[in-house]
Every structure is written in structure tokens, then in C-alpha cells.
């Protein structure tokens, strides 16, 4: 079985944070959603989503996961034409709904790339998995916040899809400490969303900017 490198994304809808880390490379792409949106100031219509999708791909994502709104199904599966309709890489996401659900069918049918999010349970993920979508997202310091195993519950998940070799890729999404993600990559998860606090954490370590600073005075020293 060929090994392929895990898929990390950034969960945050500002360009200030993707200007921060999307040239790192480290990263496959953005995750948004109108709460993002919202907490960056940035208005969820179709004209700023084509305008901030031409931003993050310019900064090197591969795709961005962009999530429909609406009244209703029809309205969802309206507006996941629209998005897709922006750049052929898009997810286009949809939350685990009946209604997202049935959007998603739609969605689906015409080829449209479907993430299935705010998944807080593993027959949410059987059924995003039936469908056939790319992702589905749980969320698992949502589901620790209600007093849950959000770690083992997520683990579950993965090992259902495992069993029964679905291609649908688990997208664990809510997560508040880099820890986690090395636990989880320990049990064989793969994709993962962290916010830029937890990117952070993650990536920038003192002793190694240190261990750097050191190289460089030695460097100095020696004429470099
Ligand atoms: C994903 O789409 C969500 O933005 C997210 O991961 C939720 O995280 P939170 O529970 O920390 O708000």
C-alpha cells in the first residue's frame, strides 16, 4: 500500500492567516465556513468567496473547502453550484443535515466535491460515507465540550471507514491542541484542519529557533 503524506489544512477563512502559513507548503488547502468568515470580518457572498479564493490560491493552496448557506435543499445545492462553479477545487461543504444531506446527493450527482461537516457522530460518518463524498469532519473538541470522548469517538470513526475500505477521507476538524494530532496520526488518521493558535503551537518551538540562532553564530564565527 503506498504511503501517502498527511493532508493538513488550515481552518480559518483570513487572508492575514494564509499569507502567514500557506507559503510554508506544509498545508493542502483552507477550510472556511460562514462562523469563520464572520470571525474574520469577511463577508460570506459568492463576490468575496471568488475573491478569496483567488487569494488563497495564489498563496499555494490546492483546495479550499467553501460551505454552502440556505433556507432550504435547494437552496443549498444553488448555492454549492455557485461555489464549485468558482474554481474546480473546491469542497464544497455541507453540514450533516437531513437537509445537507440531501443537498449533498444532489451535489454528488453532478460531480461536485462534497465535505460533510459538523459530523458529531459515527452514523453520520456511515452515511457521508454511503453517499460517497470526499470528506467528512467531525468535531472533536465539540464533541469533548459535551462531555465526551471526542479522541476515541474520532478513532471509532476512522476505524469504520477503515473496515470497510471507503475512500471517504476523515477530516478532523475542532481541534484545540497539536498533541492531538500527533496522537491521532499515531492511530493512522491522515487529514486534519487546525486553526492558526494551533498551527502555532505545532510548528514554531523555541529550542529549535535557538538550535538555529546557534548554527548561525557558528557560521559567523567560522567566516560564513
Ligand atoms: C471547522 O469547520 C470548524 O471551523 C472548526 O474546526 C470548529 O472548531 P471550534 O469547535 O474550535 O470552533
Known sequence: MALLPPRLFLDSADPADWEQWLPLGVFHGVTTNPLL???AGQDCTLANLARLGGRAFDLGAREIHLQVWGDDEDALV??????VGLAPQVAVKVPATDTGLRAARRLLAEEVGVTVTAVYNAGQVLAAAALGVLYAAPYLGRIDDLGRDGTAEVIAMHELLRS????TRLLVASLRDWDKVVELAWEGLDTFTISPAVAAAML????TDDAADAFEEAARRRGG
Open 37 to 39: 468568515l464572520d470571525r
Open 164 to 167: 470497510t475500505e471507503n475512500p
Open 78 to 83: 444553488t448555492c454549492g453550484r455557485e461555489l
Open 204 to 207: 514554531d518551538d523555541p529550542d
